[in-house]
């Protein structure tokens, strides 16, 4: 972060990092499974056969109950939606404007959605039903708030046994919530902070939503939206709790939109052009080779999307279920690193029972409460790692070094290799390599063909003949390190070498000549 920063010095404000938006999941573990479920109703006295009366009964109590907790609390009962694909937290926001909610319950709405449940089925084995888990669907509640502490958050409960529930904070409504307690001024829209008037507090506000008791905080919203748990289950019952998803973001805070958004398309083509494969690979600490390529071994799925999100632009690049992206909000410039899949990322902790003065082990990191601390040092270091290479965006490099090199003859293996004319006979083959469409997928003989067939370095030549061309090049371009061919495969990506002269080559064919002279003043 510290070299980014540095590259926009004098127009950045302040930063901050730490949770986005992170998600709960709760699950009672002695009822994930069909045994522990048999096992509470005979505990309890429901035979197999009547479960399904007695679910659907505590169904309607909890309903009930939730349904009057709605109306005492913000004057409305539980209010029913006909999608599942209907945007929840759109409604609530919508209703928390217009009614002006500062705090408090803002609504409960329901949706028929899928879920995991039990069924008795006769077994003719055991003589008798068994339970048996299946997916299927059932009535859902959503509860939103804007509460008084952790700010503007949601809570959804499976209404059907076993009562799976999640739990949506944000790390930067909290944060909002706690600069209001300690009278410290700032300007926020929807989860950005756009000032801040002491931006080392707010750092270490969101440093300490870190060492909090999870588990506590978590089971302290369970009577909102399961207030009958203790009838319904015993008080023996507790929820195990996971994170189930995590945004950890950076944000660069910029004096206003007009100092951010000149930088944002030289910045969103850079982290497009740099995003190779194997330097994406590295962003979310996934094995290569000690050559630095992706190992061919592993079946990481390795996806990039460009988009318009807000006012501003993103790039996004995923690795399977995991992901990190830049994109800019008013005068925000966002780096974030979200997280589904923590198995992924290994870090040194302990195994589960393991003493706390044994040495602890290289493992994969989990998704219990308990690893949050690791899970952010993870993300953070991420984020590091895709930023380190988003401030090469300005390399004071001067042109004529980048040129120097590939303009001149060389030898290899007492073969002659010709120099590179980079503004005359070879400038449209530089332009078609710089293409962001083979930033990520690599060219071929074939694609570049398609790219330059239009082009004057076509001109005059039939498909087999310009296919015999593109391959003397790209023997060229390799030979002068400015592409690199992929193992096993007839396809090349540009090195970093390559990418610095393209962009630069790029730049200087689009700058005017008022430009050039401004600069060189």
């Not at 909000?329 to 589904?340: A, D, K, P, S, W």
Request: aromatic share 8%; hydrophobic share 35%.
């Amino acid at each position: 972060m510290v070299d980014l920063v540095k590259r926009f010095d004098g127009l950045i404000q302040g930063c901050i990092t730490g949770f986005d938006r992170i998600v709960f999941k709760g699950w009672l573990l002695p009822l994930m499974f069909a045994a522990g479920a048999m096992s509470f109703c005979y505990r309890n006295r429901i035979l197999n056969k009547d479960y399904k009366k007695w679910m659907m009964k505590q169904t309607a109590t909890l309903v009930e109950t939730v349904d009057k907790y709605a109306k005492d609390n913000c004057g409305r009962g539980i209010e029913p939606i006909s999608s599942w694909r209907t945007r929840k937290e759109a409604l609530a926001r919508d209703r928390q404007k217009k009614e002006n909610i500062e705090t408090g319950l803002i609504g409960v709405w329901s949706c028929i959605e899928s879920g995991l449940s039990y069924k008795a089925r006769f077994c003719a084995e055991k003589g008798h039903p068994q339970l048996q888990s299946y997916q299927t669907r059932c009535k859902h509640l959503y509860a939103y708030l804007d509460h008084p502490e952790f700010g503007f958050m949601n809570i959804r409960l499976q209404t059907w046994f076993p009562y799976h529930i999640q739990i949506c904070l944000n790390g930067r409504e909290w944060l909002r919530r706690s600069l209001q307690m300690q009278d410290i001024d700032f300007v926020s829209k929807s989860n950005k902070l756009l000032y801040i008037a002491d931006y080392k507090e707010a750092q270490n506000l969101l440093n300490s939503q870190l060492n909090v008791q999870w588990a506590k905080i978590l089971n302290g919203f369970i009577p909102t939206i399961f207030p009958t748990m203790e009838h319904t289950l015993g008080p023996k019952y507790s929820y195990y709790w996971t994170m189930w998803q995590s945004e950890w973001a950076t944000d660069l805070i910029f004096n206003s939109p007009s100092d951010l958004n000149p930088l944002m398309n030289s910045l969103l083509n850079h982290a497009l052009t740099t995003g190779t494969s194997t330097r994406v690979l590295k962003y979310l600490d996934r094995p290569i080779t000690a050559k630095g390529k992706p190992d061919l071994r592993a079946k990481d799925n390795i996806v990039t999307r460009v988009m318009d999100f807000n006012d501003g632009m993103r790039v996004r690049h995923w690795v399977d279920q995991n992901s990190v992206k830049v994109y800019n909000e008013q005068n925000v410039l966002r780096v974030e690193t979200t997280m589904n899949d923590p198995s992924k990322f290994k870090v040194h902790r302990h195994k589960q029972g393991q003493p706390k003065n044994e040495p602890k082990s290289r493992l994969p990191l989990r998704k219990g409460v308990a690893d949050i601390p690791l899970r952010a040092k993870v993300s953070q270091e991420a984020n590091e790692r895709f930023m380190k290479d988003l401030a090469g965006l300005h390399d004071k490099t001067p042109i004529h070094e980048l040129f120097r090199d590939i303009t001149l003859p060389r030898n290899k293996s007492g073969r002659s290799i010709r120099a590179i004319d980079p503004t005359g006979k070879d400038r449209e083959l530089l332009q078609a390599i710089s293409d962001p469409v083979f930033r990520i997928s690599g060219l071929t003989n074939k694609m570049l063909r398609q790219q330059l067939q239009k082009t004057q370095w076509a001109k005059g030549r039939n498909d087999k003949q310009l296919s015999a061309r593109v391959s003397r090049h790209l023997a060229l371009l390799r030979n002068h390190g400015i592409i690199k061919k992929l193992p096993r495969q007839n396809r090349y990506h540009l090195t970093q070498k390559g990418t610095k002269l393209t962009t630069a080559l790029n730049a200087l064919l689009a700058a005017s000549t008022e430009q050039l002279l401004d600069l060189a003043a």
